[in-house]
């Protein structure tokens, strides 16, 4: 298959051949993508699907690439980045905000706190798609998605689309029915309560600046990058280990929050992984705690 093949099928849509997807990942680190789609609309995404399969190229969906890593060899077959399905609506009679999977996170709670409804405030600076939410039951300062989610609109691997409950979404920490069965989020949907406009705005100006003031936003990174460990604060045993500011090729155990690496200074993924993998084993060898990723990790390995 060639880069005209593809064209031609889908004329209207943007697909980018041998992409690098350093160019979206937040980390600024990552490998070519094969193909690399942008559809716009529903009927876009379950065409390019129906033409994978029908190719037998593989599919990854990589929401806006906030919390993830590419490794260095890319990512073969296609690749859909959703961030042109953006729209959010609030139906203020049910209390409820509906919005595409490519919509920011951010933006989807501010849209509810315009319509004078609450519950998503936890979510006010988490730099997400709507669709990355789904899928790993994103959360902060004591909220979850699982917690306001009640429906997603699926499209399954073979190409039918469902509407999921909040129940058949499975949720748990980071993790929902998507991961298990591969299924790409389209929409979801919040149930909300009203509010006052004003309370749920400073409830999100508070967790901002708490945010800002604890953690390195001013440079490249993937969020936080592992899970919590029963028990235990990560950045605490990082911390205490000695590895904050340690420094692996151009990445850095932030010297702000020793629960995120940041890209200092031209960073590969490789870079990344091989930090993530040495905190793991001094974690491990000091504290007898295995950390485990909630980053995201997928792609080849660079080819030697």
């Known amino acids: 298959m060639i880069m005209e093949d593809i064209a031609t099928v889908f004329p209207t849509i943007e697909i980018l051949r041998h992409e690098p997807l350093a160019h979206y990942t937040h980390t600024k680190t990552g490998g070519p993508a094969d193909y690399l789609a942008f559809p716009t609309n529903v009927q876009e995404t379950k065409s390019l699907l129906a033409y994978a399969n029908q190719e037998k190229l593989p599919v990854t969906v990589v929401g806006n690439a906030s919390n993830l890593i590419v490794r260095d060899g890319g990512i073969r077959g296609l690749v859909m980045i959703l961030t042109k399905m953006a729209s959010i609506t609030a139906d203020d009679d049910q209390h409820t905000v509906t919005a595409a999977a490519g919509a920011a996170l951010i933006k989807t709670t501010q849209v509810a706190q315009a319509h004078g409804l609450s519950g998503l405030e936890f979510a006010a600076g988490i730099p997400g ?19 306001v989610a009640v429906a997603a609109e699926v499209l399954t691997p073979t190409g039918e689309i469902r509407t999921l409950s909040r129940e058949e979404l499975n949720f748990g920490y980071r993790h929902s029915s998507v991961q298990d069965y591969h299924d790409i989020v389209l929409t979801a949907t919040f ?31 993937c969020g936080s990058v592992f899970k919590r460990p029963e028990g ?29 690496i940041v890209n200092i200074d031209h960073a590969t993924a490789t870079d990344y992984l091989e930090l993530i993998h040495h905190i793991q084993d001094v974690i491990w060898k000091t504290d007898h705690v295995k950390l485990e990723t909630e980053v995201r990790i997928i792609g080849e390995q660079p080819q030697d």
């Open 129 to 147: 798609s709507v669709g990355g939410a789904i899928f790993m039951n994103a959360g902060a300062y004591g909220g979850e998605i699982s917690e």
């Open 191 to 221: 149930a909300l309560t009203p509010g006052d406009k004003g309370a749920i705005q400073a409830q999100m100006d508070d967790l901002n600046a708490r945010r800002a003031a604890k953690q390195p936003l001013d440079l490249p990174s």
């Open 232 to 260: 235990h604060y990560t950045g605490q045993l990082i911390q205490e280990a000695g590895l904050q500011g340690l420094k692996w090729g151009g990445a850095q155990v932030s010297t702000k929050h020793a629960g995120f």
